[in-house]
T-cell receptor, first 115, second 113 residues
Framework: QQQVKQSPQSLIVQKGGISIINCAYENTAFDYFPWYQQFPGKGPALLIAIRPDVSEKKEGRFTISFNKSAKQFSLHIMDSQPGDSATYFCAASNSMRNSGYALNFGKGTSLLVTP | KAGVTQTPRYLIKTRGQQVTLSCSPISGHRSVSWYQQTPGQGLQFLFEYFSETQRNKGNFPGRFSGRQFSNSRSEMNVSTLELGDSALYLC????????????FGQGTRLTVV
């Protein structure tokens, strides 16, 4: 079953606005939560990641907010630009699993930033 | 530093055939994992290798297999291809066995006709 649920499926934001994408997980063993950005014809590119020992991480215009008790995390893109138009994936993993490492992805959010 | 390289970029195969995809990880990276991406199912984990050993496997049939060589390069093989195997196959590399940063290649687009 889908271990990470992502919403919305698609999002349209005006240039300069804030894009917000949400994810929820069930497995409390997950301890690493990355976000990936994917453009058409390209592989996913690591954007930003967070561990549950912090509630927020900011890198430039991208911020992850993490709520451990609610088992939710979100990506905020401030001052959204047309160049941010892409598909965004959240993911979660148990980085301490000795039997191997696997990313569990959400279904993705298609973001369109209009001029 | 060169990124993850996957070859070929595109493949067209006939149902029932088999296919081998190749992945060269970032230099120095020893963990390689494979993912299948489809519009319906999204990104799904296939398997992960470290030091030539498969350490983890996703929920895919035995037709999907892989291996890793001593230079960390990896191949995945799909036998008896089905139409539903049409997908973008992505390889990701990580520098350490429990390191969390995974860097993806551009993928191999497989079309089964």
């Amino acid at each position: 079953q889908q271990q990470v649920k992502q919403s919305p499926q698609s999002l349209i934001v005006q240039k300069g606005g804030i894009s917000i994408i949400n994810c929820a997980y069930e497995n409390t063993a997950f301890d690493y939560f990355p976000w990936y950005q994917q453009f058409p014809g390209k592989g996913p590119a690591l954007l930003i990641a967070i561990r549950p020992d912090v509630s927020e991480k900011k890198e430039g215009r991208f911020t992850i907010s993490f709520n451990k008790s609610a088992k939710q995390f979100s990506l905020h893109i401030m001052d959204s630009q047309p160049g941010d138009s892409a598909t965004y994936f959240c993911a979660a993993s148990n980085s301490m699993r000795n039997s191997g490492y696997a990313l569990n992805f959400g279904k993705g959010t298609s973001l369109l930033v209009t001029p | 530093k060169a990124g993850v390289t996957q070859t070929p970029r595109y493949l067209i195969k006939t149902r029932g055939q088999q296919v081998t995809l190749s992945c060269s990880p970032i230099s120095g990276h020893r963990s390689v994992s494979w993912y299948q991406q489809t519009p319906g199912q999204g990104l799904q984990f296939l398997f992960e290798y470290f030091s030539e050993t498969q350490r983890n496997k996703g929920n895919f049939p035995g037709r999907f297999s892989g291996r890793q060589f001593s230079n960390s390069r990896s191949e995945m093989n799909v036998s008896t291809l089905e139409l539903g195997d049409s997908a973008l196959y992505l390889c990701a590399s990580s520098p350490q066995p429990l390191n969390t940063e995974a860097f993806f290649g551009q993928g191999t687009r497989l079309t089964v006709v």
